[in-house]
């Protein structure tokens, strides 16, 4: 890694495939804007002395993902808070 690019990703760019952040962003439910408003909701919400749960903002993201995707989208699961913070 001379230039401090790997072989695979060099490999990836040439032959046209996509890269991780690229695949990755296909598996995301939310789009930026949501996660947007779910963090400045829990901003607003610290700001203000209220406390969120996890289980609150599981169920308003999991509205706002309702909403855009309609009733029978699958939802964020119990777990969803913790991966979704080691990611941001």
Do not use: C
């Given at each position: 890694m001379q230039f401090g690019v790997s072989f695979k990703?060099?490999?990836r760019w040439y032959h046209h495939e996509q890269s991780i952040s690229e695949f990755n962003i296909?598996?995301?439910?939310?789009?930026?804007?949501?996660?947007?408003?779910?963090?400045d909701?829990?901003?607003w919400s610290a700001d203000h002395g209220i406390p969120l749960t996890h289980q609150l903002l599981q169920?308003?993201?999991n509205k706002i993902l309702r909403a855009r995707l309609g009733s029978d989208t699958k939802p964020v699961g119990i777990n969803w808070m913790a991966y979704a913070i080691t990611e941001a």
């Amino acid at each position: 890694m001379q230039f401090g690019v790997s072989f695979k990703s060099l490999s990836r760019w040439y032959h046209h495939e996509q890269s991780i952040s690229e695949f990755n962003i296909t598996k995301q439910k939310l789009t930026v804007a949501e996660e947007r408003v779910i963090i400045d909701f829990a901003a607003w919400s610290a700001d203000h002395g209220i406390p969120l749960t996890h289980q609150l903002l599981q169920n308003s993201t999991n509205k706002i993902l309702r909403a855009r995707l309609g009733s029978d989208t699958k939802p964020v699961g119990i777990n969803w808070m913790a991966y979704a913070i080691t990611e941001a």
